[in-house]
């Protein structure tokens, strides 16, 4: 079809009507010029295809489809191939049910543990986030199905969704909250991009020129369409100005009659509207001619897979005394309500309906030696005596406890945030008084969020399963009785309180303004920056082998921040059984101008090694690696100086080092003043070259070589004192402290020199 050209023989009216959907899920379709329908759904780990009443909340069914791990846990596998493979399966799921996009992945950062959404977000870093959605979203348009990117930008939270303004300065938004949806469009081409709910910086996200325009299409080079989230649209013609093409849903035709009037009232180019259309069009027909509905959607084998990858994602926080995995034989008590019923996804629009549900208890039917009791209910926080009673007598008896605990549906749910960081108190209760009956007791957590852990001295073992998808329970038990070793690193850190996370102050906003004041300092950038004792690091988690690094190789000592530098380091399985270990690779900038995390997560690999099997991984670090987001240049820069490369096995825990000069060939710009101090000037090229002699015949000038001065008044003046004084004067200072030796007129041509020279 010659979009253009279709296009061009459609009345106003069409177009508008183009811009908004028919319903809930489906675009409009124009009959006489051959335009199709085409059908959107959620979500990011499955298919929430609703063929009847449809509703943004998951309320209403949707088909039976394979709930696959949420982003909460599939972050944590830090395994872009992983990814990949669940976006190839909702990719075969949407070409088998006829859904052109996919609405996901969600890749807002999370800014705080309490974001009712963050099961569905990946991470409180920007690059293991952008690394992992990236993955996901080439194996969903490697079937031919486009995704929606969302929520653009800057909505880490629930409360006053649809009217909190982010405040948000640019570098903290192109480091932290910004990389996703680069990495998204620059190197995953995603099709479309849901913007958020949240205004940016005052203004609307569905209707931010600056946003959907100049970053995402004129610096990113974005070539689909934006879609509104579901009622994001407040100012519909402003919007369609501002590069939002799509709006969804249905608006009744109210908005597209505002759009016709604007443009006959001449207060909105019809370009524009053009414009949106041919994106729209465009997009549904790469969809429609590679259409395959017939495509196997085989739900038995993504269940299978689905199993495997929970596993997987399984975080191992503690393990005393090697007390997993669980051996043949041994007894068990299995405990909660969560081992019958698992909670394994989130609530709201992403809430899958799963063909089957695996639980801890179906995987271990036909294993000797279980006994199980519920020990808690999810309807009320408070212990149940009787239930707990069960338990502590189930346990007497076995050789080991496993609770299965976590949060339950009313903790955390897309659409409101969460008020505190705990689980509810009856399980609190049921795992020290397990505990005290049994000291093998093991905890599963089942939670899309990091909780508080008052009660991990009462386990020896904690596994964070987070919510696994519909197969978490085989998962759990691949897991428990070590037929995965887990291979799971944390993608954020568990602080000790809620009250110690950065945006603690200010979370939730005052009103509707949400103000981002930690800056770039979200997660274990903040925490380690404090020193701050966290329950557990960022990139943290155990084995039941162990790993040694060794062999740190560099391919340069001293490299120009537009080389590459290839880092090479040995990995060795140093334990009995076979595992999996995330590499991790951190930059630290040892010396700044600006204020930096002390290091930053720049590559990461997962390796599967065999007792004693050796490998060596290989990263590649360019200039981004190094650089920070410089206002002034309005680009990323790097400051020249001595940079370490980190690998660590956790944010926390650096196992080898090694130091890397990187040069700048960037000279910031010089907007000098007679009011700039020398402290600035001195650290420019130009500056430093012009203002030499001067400077060299100030710096003793405080003090003075004047005989009038005496030796007393000088000892009382240390050199320190005395740079530092020349330091923080201004160059107009010159003029008042140089004995009038250099006139006003002759600082000013040295500073056209400096600047313009
Ligand atoms: C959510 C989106 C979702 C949309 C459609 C909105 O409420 O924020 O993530 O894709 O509904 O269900």
């Known amino acids: 079809m010659d979009i253009k050209q279709v296009i061009s023989q459609m009345t106003l009216e069409e177009k508008a009507s183009l811009l908004s959907g028919l319903d809930f899920w489906h675009t409009k379709p124009v009959e006489r010029l051959g335009i199709p329908s085409v059908m959107v759904s959620d979500g990011p780990h499955g298919l929430r295809k609703q063929d009847q009443t449809g509703d ?41 049910e006829q859904v052109a996009v996919d609405l996901g992945p969600a890749v807002n950062i999370k800014r705080s543990p309490l974001c009712g959404r963050n099961f569905e977000y990946f991470s409180e870093d920007p690059y293991l986030t952008a690394q992992l959605s990236t993955s996901l979203i080439k194996g969903v348009q490697s079937r031919n199905i486009g995704v929606s ?69 004129d610096e990113w080079g974005f070539d689909g369409y934006v879609v509104s989230d579901w009622g994001a649209v407040s100012d519909r013609p402003k919007g369609v100005h501002a590069g939002l093409d799509l709006e ?103 809430h899958i309906n799963s063909f089957k549900v695996e639980s801890l208890l179906d995987a271990l ?30 346990a007497k008896d076995a050789q080991k406890a496993v609770i299965v605990a976590g949060l339950p549906d009313s903790f955390e749910s897309e659409g409101y945030d969460r008020s505190h960081m705990r689980i509810p108190n009856c399980q609190v209760e049921l795992i020290r008084r397990v505990a005290q009956v049994n000291p093998n007791t093991i905890v599963v957590l089942y939670n899309g969020s990091p909780v508080e852990m008052p009660w991990l001295d009462s386990a020896k073992a904690v596994v964070e399963a987070y919510l696994g998808g519909q197969a978490v329970g085989g998962a759990t038990k691949l897991v428990l009785f070590g037929d995965v070793n887990p ?26 303004t949400v103000v981002y004041n930690e800056g770039v300092f979200v997660g274990y950038r903040y925490y380690d920056r404090k020193q701050m004792d966290v329950l557990f690091p ?89 650089a920070y987001w410089n206002e002034d240049l309005h680009d990323w820069h790097v400051e020249t100086g001595v940079f370490d490369i980190q690998i660590c096995r956790s944010s926390r825990d650096v196992a080898l080092s090694r130091a890397v000069t990187v040069e700048s060939t960037v000279e910031l710009p010089a907007h000098f003043t007679l ?36 030796d007393v008044a000088k000892s009382a003046i240390s050199d320190e004192m005395n740079a530092a004084m020349m330091l923080n004067m201004p160059l107009r200072g010159i003029i008042s402290f140089g004995g009038g030796q250099i006139s006003r007129e002759q600082l000013e041509a040295m500073l056209d020199t400096i600047n313009n020279g």
């Open 149 to 217: 990117v969302k929520h653009f930008a800057a909505n880490s939270q629930e409360h006053r969704r649809m009217s909190s303004d982010s405040v948000v300065d640019e570098r903290t938004l192109r480091e932290i909250y910004f990389p996703a949806f680069e990495s998204a469009v620059k190197e995953g081409k995603a099709w479309t991009v849901m913007c958020s709910y949240n205004r940016l910086n005052g203004e609307h996200a569905s209707q931010n020129r600056k946003l959907l325009t100049e970053v995402l299409r």
């Open 675 to 710: 009011d700039s101090i020398f402290m600035d000037l001195v650290k420019n090229k130009k500056a430093s070259q012009v203002l030499k002699p001067i400077f060299e015949a100030m710096s003793s000038s405080f003090v003075g070589n004047d005989e009038e001065v005496s």
């Open 365 to 394: 039917e036909g294993v000797p030696g279980i006994t199980y009791a519920q020990g808690y209910d999810i309807v009320s926080e408070e212990p149940d005596e009787e239930l707990i009673a069960q338990a502590v007598e189930a």
């Open 538 to 626: 960022f990139g943290y988690g155990l084995s039941y082998t162990s790993f040694e690094y060794s062999n740190l190789t560099v391919s340069a000592d001293a490299i120009k921040d537009t080389d590459t530098l290839t880092v090479t380091v040995d990995v060795t399985n140093t334990g009995k059984v076979f595992g999996k270990e995330v590499v991790q690779l951190y930059v630290s900038d040892r010396e700044s101008t600006v204020f930096r995390p002390v290091r930053e997560l720049k590559g990461f690999e997962k390796v599967a090694l065999a007792p004693g099997e050796t490998k060596t991984v290989a990263f590649s670090l360019a200039k981004r690696a190094f």
């Open 248 to 350: 969804m849903p249905a608006s009744g035709g109210i908005n597209d009659r505002r759009v016709v009037e604007a443009v006959r009232a001449g207060q909105l180019d019809e370009k524009d509207v053009d414009l949106a259309v041919e994106r729209i069009l465009t997009i549904h027909q790469r969809y429609l001619d590679n259409a395959k509905p017939d495509t196997v959607w085989d739900k038995e084998a993504q269940h299978k897979q689905a199993r495997q990858m929970a596993a997987e994602c399984m975080v191992l926080l503690k393990n005393e005394d090697g007390i997993l995995p669980v051996k043949a034989g041994e007894t068990l008590a299995v405990i909660g309500k969560f081992a019958k019923e698992p909670r394994y996804q989130g609530g709201g629009s992403s």
């Open 487 to 512: 291979c799971g690193k944390l993608p954020e850190s568990f602080p000790l309180r809620l009250e110690h996370n950065p945006s603690y102050l200010t979370y939730g906003g005052e009103g509707n």
């Open 56 to 96: 943004h909340l998951g309320i209403n069914d949707s088909i039976k489809a394979v709930c696959y791990p949420t982003a909460c846990a599939t972050a944590a596998s830090f395994d872009r191939d992983l990814l990949r493979q669940i976006g190839e399966g909702v990719g075969d799921a949407c070409q088998h």
